[in-house]
């Protein structure tokens, strides 16, 4: 691991976990919070059973999700109707920055690393006014999901650049 011999490490990947291993429960968690938003975003009169799979899929991936419990906790429910509040339009993409806070949060990132929260609200402003037929929707999430994930990296990389020392936390409970 590169980041090892730099000095740098994930927050979350000091902590305790209770089952499996931290790489598995990022890429699952990951794998289960976008795939769950998608899924949601499928949804229509005719097929209502993607809204519970897909928001079940989205919530069971933040509980996975290598963190704080009670981080992990306090996430789940939120970021599932922000994620939900999207089949209501492009408007309510510009909630999605709140899903992308809860996950900064949990990846214990520096309070400066939340200025990337203004990249999904500018993105999402602009896109409800370049697109605000809900036809549109498939564009707008698109847009939306590549925004959110390169301003979750930029958060990455600013708390990396910060050099603030990681120590592991209290045992999860």
């Known amino acids: 691991m590169a980041e090892h011999r730099r000095g ?3 927050p ?3 902590l305790p976990l209770r089952w499996g291993g931290y790489g598995v429960r990022s890429v699952a968690a990951l794998v289960l919070i976008l795939a769950g938003a998608l ?3 499928a949804t229509s009169v005719y097929t209502g059973y993607f809204l519970t ?3 079940g899929a989205h919530i069971l991936g933040w509980f996975i999700l290598p963190g704080r419990g009670a981080r992990r906790l306090a996430a789940a429910l939120p970021s599932a109707l922000m994620v939900g509040a999207l089949l209501l339009g ?3 993409c ?3 920055v709140g899903s992308l806070a809860f996950w ?4 214990q990132r520096p309070a400066v690393s939340y200025l990337a929260l203004l990249l999904p609200v ?3 402003l602009a896109l409800s006014r370049l697109y605000p037929q809900y036809g549109d929707g498939g564009i707008v999430v698109g847009v939306s999901l590549v925004v959110i994930v390169g301003a979750a990296w930029l958060a990455r990389s600013i708390a990396k650049s910060r050099q603030i020392p990681s120590k592991p936390d209290a045992p999860l409970r």
């Open 104 to 107: 900064l949060y949990i990846r």
């Open 39 to 41: 899924l949601t975003q």
């Open 53 to 55: 799979i897909g928001l």
């Open 8 to 10: 740098w490490r994930e």
């Open 12 to 14: 979350t990947s000091l």
């Open 122 to 124: 500018v993105s999402g």
């Open 94 to 96: 510009v909630l999605l």
């Open 90 to 92: 492009s408007l309510a």
